[in-house]
């Protein structure tokens, strides 16, 4: 087992706080991974019970539900959508955005950002950020994740403050992503506004991240959008850094999204 020391020195370099940050996303989906594991399981064993307490009349409609059921809404927003290459009927048509490109502002905290959402570069995300700030999901909800070294974003958009909640689906493709560099990673630039995900190109949910300065990633997110005016109003939480010190982890600073503008 290596040293305390010799872990810490594991995350000296930009390259390895890339894989670091690279990691925790796809730890995420591990996780996601796994309760849906659990959940087939328990889908299972349910049917199972349905055919022996009911006979064997039933056996279909238990093992292969009603395909309207699943096109419901959920009323709480779900810890773990399904992973698909396709959209569900749950997404927001591409088409809300027109093609176009949007402007209006974001609060967060005390901060009342300009944003520019790109309606023509990347069509499904930004339809999906304005169906979700329309119906108020967004109000409220916590900014869960702050990093600061290396890779300097704060990340939010999940209703639970988990890092692991969204919607109640999930949607791609990976649209306006950088153009990678030689060595595979590409510069996020200070005031993007893009799309986290659990590692696969139709994992986005309404989870984002806001980039408050340059920052290498792989050019696995896209970028729907870019702060235009106030970004340095999120200097006081960026400044206070991660609870419990480190450079990754939940703001020290109590942080939310408020009103969410546009036009």
């Not at 169906?131 to 999901?137: E, N, P, S």
């Not at 994740?145 to 791609?172: K, N």
């Not at 659990?198 to 994992?203: D, E, H, K, L, V």
Request: one cysteine or more.
């Amino acid at each position: 087992m290596a040293s305390k020391k010799k872990q810490q020195n594991l995350f000296s370099s930009t390259g390895n706080k890339l894989a670091e940050y690279e990691a925790k996303q796809k730890e995420h989906a591990k996780h996601t991974a796994r309760r849906k594991t659990d959940n087939r399981i328990a889908l299972v064993a349910g049917a199972i019970a349905l055919v022996v307490a009911f006979g064997s009349q039933f056996a279909y409609s238990a093992i292969h539900p009603d395909p309207s059921a699943s096109s419901s809404a959920s009323a709480t927003p779900s810890a773990s959508p399904v992973a698909q290459e396709t959209n569900g009927p749950l997404v927001p048509n591409a088409s809300i955005a027109e093609g176009r490109v949007w402007t209006g502002t974001m609060q967060v905290n005390s901060a009342n950002l300009g944003v520019k959402l790109f309606g023509d570069k990347a069509p499904q995300a930004t339809a999906n950020f304005i169906a979700l700030a329309k119906k108020g999901f967004y109000k409220d909800v916590p900014c869960h994740r702050l990093t600061t070294s290396g890779i300097f974003v704060l990340q939010c958009g999940d209703p639970t403050g988990t890092g692991t909640g969204g919607p109640g689906y999930s949607f791609g493709p990976i649209e306006n992503a950088p153009v990678a560099e030689k060595s595979g990673v590409a510069t996020y630039k200070k005031g993007f506004l893009a799309m986290a995900n659990s590692g696969g190109a139709y994992t986005n949910g309404s989870q984002f991240f806001i980039v408050y300065q340059d920052s290498p990633l792989m050019p696995n997110y896209t970028v729907f959008g870019e702060i235009t005016s106030g970004l340095n109003g999120l200097d006081p939480i960026i400044s206070a850094g991660v609870t419990g010190g480190g450079n990754d982890g939940k703001p020290s600073v109590e942080t939310k999204l408020g009103t969410i503008k546009l036009n």
